[in-house]
């Protein structure tokens, strides 16, 4: 089933629309502001993957380039993924979190470096 995407031309929010039937005249309409000035967006192509696929898809090391256990943000970067590899909306709180583990980092390096 085709999903097209368009773009406000008003507010600039993109929003999406299932179109079962594709012969049938369609006319667009924000989904934040209402207005009905839009335009069509090219969108990417979505593939869903089965669980099985996206849990090989975490195992595999290769897929790992760039993680270092020691820097909050690729932590972060990583939590991110394999929540949205799993399905999961981590949420808010998990970028709050995350946000303030980066600040942490970067208090205690200013810290050491005062010390010396």
Do not use: N
Request: glycine share 6%; proline share 3%; hydrophobic share 30%.
């Amino acid at each position: 089933m085709p999903i097209y995407e368009y773009r406000c031309d008003d507010c600039g929010k993109i929003s999406e629309f299932l179109l079962i039937k594709t012969d049938e005249t369609f006319t667009p309409q924000c989904k934040r502001c209402k207005s009905k000035k839009m335009s069509r967006v090219l969108s990417r192509v979505r593939v869903i993957l089965s669980e099985e696929s996206r849990m090989e898809s975490l195992a595999d090391p290769s897929k790992w380039g760039g993680l270092d256990e020691k820097d909050p943000k690729s932590m972060a970067k990583w939590m991110k993924r394999m929540g949205k590899e799993l399905g999961e909306d981590m949420g808010e709180d998990v970028d709050q979190m995350v946000d303030e583990a980066v600040e942490e980092e970067r208090a205690s390096k200013s810290d050491e470096t005062l010390e010396d």
